[in-house]
């Protein structure tokens, strides 16, 4: 499966930013789905994970409460709905796919998409 992930752009302090993930080659209903994000200067981290039927989701504790992972398997998509967004926020995020279970752990992850830039001012 190849995953794009697209919608980052430059943000003030308190906005909110929909990032997409399209997914091409393969269903992406197959797959449970990630969000990782790398801040500038830090390693990848884990955002937010939903399993291939988008009745689980778990969230990094930073995020909780204020970002959304959904999919839409009829369209090939997830999506991250990030609201209240804060500087620290600024990163690269990824989308990501793994067979078998949600997992916060980016190694198990096998698919990767390319980044999208999000960027929050204060």
């Known amino acids: 499966v190849q995953l794009q992930a697209s919608g980052g752009g430059l943000v003030q302090a308190g906005d909110s930013l929909r990032l997409s993930c399209s997914a091409s080659?393969?269903?992406?209903?197959?797959?449970?789905m990630g969000w990782f994000r790398r801040p500038p200067g830090k390693e990848r981290e884990f955002v937010a994970t939903?399993?291939?039927?988008?009745?689980?989701?778990y969230y990094a504790d930073p995020v909780k409460g204020r970002f959304t992972i959904s999919r839409d398997n009829a369209k090939n998509m997830v999506y991250l709905q990030m609201t209240s967004l804060k500087p620290e926020d600024t990163a690269i995020y990824y989308c990501?796919?793994?067979?078998?279970?949600?997992?916060?752990?980016?190694?198990?992850?096998?698919?990767w998409g390319q980044g999208t830039q999000v960027t929050v001012s204060s």
């Open positions: 990501a796919a793994r067979t078998f279970y949600s997992s916060t752990s980016s190694p198990v992850y096998q698919y």
């Open positions: 080659g393969r269903s992406v209903s197959r797959y449970s």
């Open positions: 939903i399993n291939s039927n988008g009745g689980s989701t």
